[in-house]
């Protein structure tokens, strides 16, 4: 069974950073491109950034590019988010899959900023 378990979300002031962590299982996590989406309340599904099969290789939106980083640990199967100089703007949930939203989605988690 395929699982995509993200975390690491939260309340966080402007400016603050959080690292959202996702955690697969269930297939060949390695060979597989990754991204982030986020939904915001009343809002599309907007993707974040993503990141190569082999790590080596990122794109990132506009809308987070130079505060966002997005890194992957194929050892472990996890795929992360470090997200820093949050805005009230990025107040989502987060979500990962592969680029191709292969399999089911997650639950998400929330991430909040505001002060």
């Known amino acids: 069974e395929v699982q995509l378990v993200e975390s690491g979300g939260g309340l966080v002031q402007p400016g603050g950073s959080l690292r959202l962590s996702c955690a697969a299982s269930?297939?060949?996590?390695?060979?597989?491109?990754m991204s982030w989406v986020r939904q915001a309340p009343g809002k599309g599904p907007e993707w974040v950034p993503q990141?190569?099969?082999?790590?080596?290789?990122?794109n990132y939106a506009n809308s987070v590019k130079g505060r966002f980083t997005i890194s992957r640990d194929n050892a472990k199967n996890t795929v992360y988010l470090q997200m820093n100089n949050l805005k009230p703007e990025d107040t989502a949930v987060y979500y990962c899959?592969?680029?191709?939203?292969?399999?089911?989605w997650g639950q998400g988690t929330q991430v909040t900023v505001s002060s």
């Open positions: 269930g297939f060949t996590f390695g060979n597989y491109d």
């Open positions: 899959n592969t680029n191709t939203a292969s399999f089911d």
């Open positions: 990141i190569n099969f082999g790590g080596r290789s990122t």
